[in-house]
């Protein structure tokens, strides 16, 4: 097994972060410990839970999880290599304990225009104020948005097409840009001439973090009631219980990804025309709220 991990560990590492090199190295040296003189063609499912259920057994639930997806990856990229045929790590998800899922706090539709308020009159850099519009009003991930690069964008086209490496789910992503995105954009871009929409202040080479955003967000009265994801959460509440739309159009522009991904054919452009129409009566709501109003 080793020499195929490793080949597969060499080949994505440029494209990650420092940190997330030394939790793969993690994850790979806790299967050697069982697999390493297994052949990669010979590992069944049962041998892999065996090593997952003993990281478990520990109270690492999260990083059991973690490890068996780069044992999942290990094995697509063996199969893509005509090394084995099948993946064994696919299904093993559903043998191991579900975390209990903590809420993360989001308010209401009822209380955004005084939250922006707040936060508008907080003497934050720009770039923060834009990240927090620019998060709100694409419904992405804050990691989606601080990591992204402005060739990412077409404001002609009106799209952002967001890399699969950079995805959660590690599908390409496609969001539509409305007029006040693009506002907001234009705005960013006068700001600085980096290749980064939000660089860091100190390294301009690395992203602003997410916790500049929360720091914000508690700073501005809201510690405990909104985070960074509670956009997500808000995004997803406001559009669902509006009943104007497709829920599946709705899913697909979160990027949530059906469990029998392949055999629905998934793409970025699904649902295409409807997403464009999603984000543009969202861009509405969020301008109501920006200038004091409610729907």
């Not at 839970?49 to 973690?66: D, N, P």
């Not at 508690?218 to 509006?242: A, D, I, Q, W």
Request: contains cysteine; hydrophobic residues 40%; positive net charge.
């Amino acid at each position: 097994m080793v020499e195929v991990a490793e080949d597969w560990f060499e080949n994505q590492r440029e494209t990650w972060s420092a940190k997330h090199i030394s939790n793969v190295r993690a994850s790979l040296d806790e299967l050697y410990i069982t697999l390493v003189n297994k052949r990669i063609n010979q590992i069944q499912a049962p041998e892999i839970l065996q090593v997952i259920k003993k990281i478990e057994a520990r109270g690492s639930t999260e990083v059991a999880k973690r490890t068996l997806s780069r044992c999942g990856m290990v094995m697509k990229y063996a199969i893509a290599h005509g090394y084995r045929y099948d993946n064994p790590a696919s299904d093993l998800v559903y043998a191991l304990k579900n975390k209990k899922v903590k809420n993360l706090a989001s308010l209401p539709e009822s209380e955004m225009p005084e939250f922006l308020r707040r936060i508008k009159a907080y003497p934050a850099d720009a770039q923060t104020h834009h990240a927090i519009i620019l998060v709100m009003l694409t419904g992405v991930r804050v990691s989606e948005l601080l990591q992204a690069r402005w060739e990412e964008f077409d404001l002609e086209e009106r799209k952002w097409d967001i890399p699969a490496e950079r995805m959660k789910n590690g599908l390409p992503h496609r969001v539509p840009l409305t007029d006040m995105m693009i506002d907001e954009l234009q705005a960013l871009r006068l700001t600085h001439n980096q290749d980064l929409l939000f660089p860091h202040r100190l390294n301009n080479k690395e992203p602003m973090r997410s916790e500049t955003i929360l720091a914000v967000i508690k700073r501005s009265g809201y510690t405990g009631r909104m985070t960074t994801h509670g956009f997500r959460s808000l995004f997803s509440t406001v559009l669902n219980e509006s009943n104007l739309f497709n829920s599946d159009a709705i899913e697909r522009q979160l990027a949530h990804v059906p469990q029998n991904r392949i055999r629905s054919a998934y793409n970025r452009a699904q649902y295409w025309d409807e997403r464009v129409k999603i984000m543009e009566w969202y861009s509405e709501v969020v301008n109501k709220w920006t200038t004091g109003g409610c729907n």
